[in-house]
C-alpha cells in the first residue's frame, strides 16, 4: 500500500499560505511537497511570447494565468521525472475537508483506467455516472461527464502527465479550461474521474476570500481580463455544440446512467 504523493504549489511571496497549509495538514497527520510557483511579476514579455500560442475561449491569457499553468506543468514533470504511477496536485487556497489523512494514506482507490480524478467541487451542478467505480474514505469515485471547473486540487497518472507536457508546450487557455471543460478536446478523450463529497475545495468557493493571503490579487487580476468578442457565426457554433453536449447528457439522464448534481464538500 503506497501513500499519496502530495505537490502543493506555493509562490515564495507568499510564505502565509505555505504556513497555513503545513499546519492544516499536520492535523490531518499528512504531507506535502512544496513545488515553488512561477511568479507572474517574473515573467517577461518573451516568456510569454514562449508559452503562450495565440487568443484562447476566454480571451488573452493575464500573466497571472499563464505563471498558474507554467506552475501546474512543474508539477507534471517532477511525477515523470520521479515515475509516480499518481500524485495530487493542489494549489495553495484550499481548505480540507475530513479525513484526508485516510484519504492520502494509499492509492487503492484510484481507478485503473483513471488519467485525472478531480478531488475538489467548485459547488455548481455537474453530470455523474450512477455507478461507484470506487469508494474511499466515506467517500464515492465516479466518472465525471461534464466541465467542472478550477484545478486546486486533481490527482494525475503518469501517462496523463507525460501527455499533459508533450501537447501543452505552448498553451493559450487557462489550465482548468483545458483540462476540466467540456469545450477542449483534450478534456474529451481524457477518462476523469469525480470524488463525490470532494476533499478539498477553494477557499473563495466557500466564500472565503479576505482570509488567505494573496488570494485577492489574484481574482482581481482574472476580473481585469479584457475579454474576447465573438462573431455570430462562432457564438452559434459555440452554442450548438454545448446544445449537442447537453442534449447527450439529458438523454444519459432520462436512461438512467448519469445522474446531475452538486458535489458537496466535506
Known sequence: MSMMQTFLINLDRVPERLALMEERFRAHGAAFERVPAVDARLLSDADIARHVDGIGYWGRLSRSEVACFLSHRLCWQRIVDRDLPYALVLEDDVRLGEDVGELLAQTRWIPQDADLVKLETSLKPVWLDRAVAARAA???VTRLYSSHDCTAAYVVSLATARRLLRETQRFRDEVDELL???????????TIYQMDPAPFAQEWKLGDVDGIPGLASSLKDRDEKVWPKRSLPVRLRNMAGQGRRDLTQAVMEFLGRRRTTVVAFR
Open 180 to 190: 476540466f471543460t467540456e469545450r477542449s478536446a483534450l478534456n474529451r478523450s481524457l
Open 138 to 140: 466515506g467517500r464515492s
